[in-house]
Structures are given as C-alpha cells and as structure tokens.
C-alpha cells in the first residue's frame, strides 16, 4: 500500500433516490504507481466522474477507504485533507476553468500563492512550466488570446503548479478537435513519464486510452481492467 500514490480499497458511493438506493460505485478497488498512466473508460453516466472525485478526495465514498501515499484519509480533517489535495494532487478538467481576467502566467501563479509560496518563486515557478508545455511565448496573453489547446497547456501547467504526486484529468481532449487533442495528450504523457506521477485520465477517446500502460472501464459502478504492454 505505501509505494502506490493512490490505492482504494472496497470503494462503494451510493445515493438515495426516494425509498431506493443507487449505487454510482461499487465495491472498487486499485492501485495506482508513480509514473503510470491510467485510462479509466466507461459509458456516460457509468460512475466515472464521481470515481475521480473520491480519488481527488472531493467527495467521501459511502463505504471503503482512500490512500495517498499510504496515508487513509477517512479520519482526517477537513484541513488536512484540504491541504493533500492542495499539495499532493492535481486536476485537469474537460473544460479547462482558467480564470479569464488573468494571464496564462497568473493563472499559474495563483495556486502557488494559494499554497504559500511567494510571488517571486511562483513566478519563476509557473514560467518553467509554460515553457515545459511549450507556451513560453505566451505567458502574458488572457485566455481568450489563446487556442483551446492553449489553454488546455495552460491547465495542465496549472495541474502541476504545487508539484502534486497524483494527476487526475477528466477529459481533458474532450474539447478538442482530433489533432489538437493527440497533442495535448502526448503533452500530458510526457509529463507523466517525466515528474513521475501517477495519473488518471477519464476519456471517451479509446484511441488515447489505448495508449497509456492500462485501461481501467467502469459499467454500472463496477470496474474491470485490461493492460497494455
């Protein structure tokens, strides 16, 4: 347990609809390790958002415990577990929630200075990571100056602003058009292999899915998984 980044054990999330009970989740268990990239596949509807939201701890699971980095986080704070998800866990979404009136620079910077650190060192911080996505030529343009696949560069420097440990992307080429969106994909691949996080990426595309080390499919709440070499 302690050498995953992520690990669930026995993860059911249910709902009460009326007199029933619906389960969104059932009984899900996986590990993910530093570096690995994992597809998580399944139909609209299937569970796979709210599965990223208890992995990204923004949603408790009705039954079964959540590990980062070995540490359960069913007992802990509302503080602590604020903190881990600020520092130890970073998101990419289908659309990229940059914030219009500031800079590719400052929307980098911000959660940086959210979590402490100076003005100076996130400045210098975000500007290594525009230049890691290719963007070094646009950091001060607004988000409404960029491409989609611009700002979807910009979200994924975002993600990595705090140096999190665990990356979860919920369609994050969803947007996109098919070129773009391979682009941004290899990106997002290169950066995994590279700061050795362990990622999930929820995706429609399978042709993308096809290309990370494994796909994990969710129908009806439950998860069954496949490998590729």
Known sequence: MSEAVLAL?????????????????????????????VALTGPSGAGKSTLLQICGLL??????????????????????RTALRRTTIGFVYQYHHLLP??????????????????????????SELLNMVGLAERVDHRPAQLSGGE?????????????????????????????????????????????????MVATHNLELAGR?????TITDGFLSAGSHS
């Open 212 to 216: 990370m080390d494994r796909v994990l």
């Open 101 to 126: 009136e500031f800079s590719a620079l400052e929307n980098v910077v911000l959660p940086q200075m959210i979590a402490g650190v100076s003005r100076r060192e996130a400045e210098k911080g975000a």
């Open 9 to 37: 054990e026995n993860i059911t999330r249910s709902f009460q609809q009326g007199s029933s009970r619906l389960e969104v989740v059932h009984e899900v268990t996986l590990a993910l390790a530093p570096g690995e990239l």
């Open 151 to 199: 700002q979807q560069r910009v979200a994924i420097a975002r993600a990595l602003a705090n140096s999190p440990a665990l990356l979860l992307a919920d369609e994050p080429t969803g947007n996109l058009d098919h070129r773009t969106s391979g682009e941004v994909f290899d990106l997002l691949a290169r950066l995994v292999k590279a700061v050795g996080l362990a990622a």
């Open 59 to 80: 949603e408790p699971p009705t039954l079964g415990e959540v590990f980062i980095k070995g540490e359960p986080v069913s007992k802990l704070s509302d503080d602590r």
